[in-house]
Every structure is written in structure tokens, then in C-alpha cells.
């Protein structure tokens, strides 16, 4: 059974700091892995896509790594914002087309 | 990306009646939309896989005859709470996949008083 954790579970840092979100999944056969971004009471805003046969993807400023063999990956965000402030959560797709989801993480960047 | 709109956003309803909830994707066809229900500092549980033109999939140990899901054409799938209880409140969330990547609506606040 697939299991996806995130860590840490909450986080608060000071604006402008880097930060390194971390994802972890028990089964590596996986189609992709897809970061999200959810503010409190609303939908969820996808960030990032990673394929399986990928290493990594970027968007500005978020770069999404996967090593799919060590079943981890990670957001990594630079130069945080107040606005970054929200929960992440990772999903990864299964070959059944279903998307187990993370823990996910809430972050709050402060002023 | 692409869009998916979810109607309404939030809605209360009295202990006994239905509630249905309308996931719409705006700019595509999707033939396989995904119900989730999430409590309160919570990710998100799976309730149900809704596909056009056929029955649901439903995961275990959710109530088929509680979910009511309904997928009658590519861009519209809906979700009928049946004889809704205070337990039953939640946040409702759709998802429809297009190319490679799920895009999720806006979610739904169902309270049940």
C-alpha cells in the first residue's frame, strides 16, 4: 500500500529564507509526482509535475526534485514570501490513475 | 492550465435533506473526474472515481447510496449527499485530469445543521 509523508508538518520562517519541503512515498512504481499549494478553505493550485522519468522540474521561483529509487522528493523555494504561506501537499499518481496524497506541510512565512 | 469550476462554494442544509454539489471542467472534456473529502487539518481521502457515461467507483468503506455520483456528460460530474448528517459535514473537493496533471476546483464547505 502506497504511503506518502511529508515533513516537517508545519513550518515557520522569517521572510526571504530558502526552504526545502520534503515528500517521502513507500512504492516507487509511480506515473508522476504533483506538488500542490492549498490556502485555508479553498481548493487545492497545482505547483509543480514531475514525471517518473524526470529529475526535476522549476517555476519560478519553486524547483521540484524526484528520486523515485529512494521513494523522495522535494519543493524547494527560494527567497519565501508572505504570500507562500499555505499548506503543501505532494501527490503521486499510481498506475491504477488514482492520486495518494500527502500529509502535507503548512508554512507561514512571516514579515 | 486548465480549469475546474465547483459549485457552490459553501452551502448549510437541514439534518435529513440532499445536497448536490456540480464539478465542471470549463475548457476540456473529462471522461474521469475524482470526488475527495477532507476534515478539518487533513489531507484529502478519496471518496470516489466518477466516469462518463457509466457507474462510479467507490473506495472502500464509502456508501454508494450516500454519494450519489452522477457523470452525465465529459464536462460535468455531480456529487448528491442523500439524507445529509451532521457527520457528513465537510470539505468536498473535485478533480479532473488533463494531459498528464490533475487540476482541482474550488471545493466545497458542507455544513449540516
Known amino acids: 500500500k502506497q504511503e506518502v509523508t511529508q515533513i516537517p508538518a508545519a513550518l515557520s520562517v522569517p521572510e526571504g529564507e530558502n526552504l526545502v519541503l520534503n515528500c517521502s512515498f513507500t512504492d516507487s512504481a509511480i506515473y508522476n509526482l504533483q506538488w500542490f499549494r492549498q490556502d485555508p478553505g479553498k481548493g487545492l493550485t497545482s505547483l509543480l509535475l514531475?514525471?517518473?522519468?524526470?529529475r526535476e522540474q522549476t517555476s519560478g521561483r519553486l524547483n521540484a526534485s524526484l528520486d523515485k529509487s529512494s521513494g523522495r522528493s522535494t519543493l524547494y523555494i527560494a527567497a519565501s514570501q508572505p504570500g507562500d504561506s499555505a499548506t503543501y501537499l505532494c501527490a503521486v499518481r499510481r498506475p491504477t490513475d488514482k492520486l495518494i496524497f500527502g500529509t502535507g506541510t503548512r508554512l507561514q512565512v512571516f514579515p | 492550465g486548465a480549469v475546474v469550476s465547483q459549485h457552490p462554494s459553501r452551502v448549510i442544509c437541514k439534518s435529513g435533506t440532499s445536497v448536490k454539489i456540480e464539478c465542471r471542467s470549463l475548457d476540456f472534456q473529462a471522461t474521469t473526474m475524482f470526488w475527495y473529502r477532507q476534515f478539518p487539518k487533513q489531507s484529502l481521502m478519496l471518496m470516489a472515481t466518477s466516469n462518463e457515461g457509466s457507474k462510479a467507483t467507490y473506495e472502500q468503506g464509502v456508501e454508494k447510496d450516500k454519494f450519489l455520483i452522477n457523470h452525465a456528460s465529459l464536462t460535468l460530474s455531480t456529487l448528491t449527499v442523500t439524507s445529509a448528517h451532521p457527520e457528513d459535514s465537510s470539505f468536498y473537493i473535485c478533480?479532473?485530469?488533463?494531459?498528464?496533471?490533475?487540476?482541482f476546483g474550488q471545493g466545497t464547505r458542507l455544513t449540516v445543521v
Open positions: 478533480s479532473a485530469r488533463y494531459s498528464l496533471e490533475a487540476f
Open positions: 514531475i514525471q517518473s522519468s524526470q
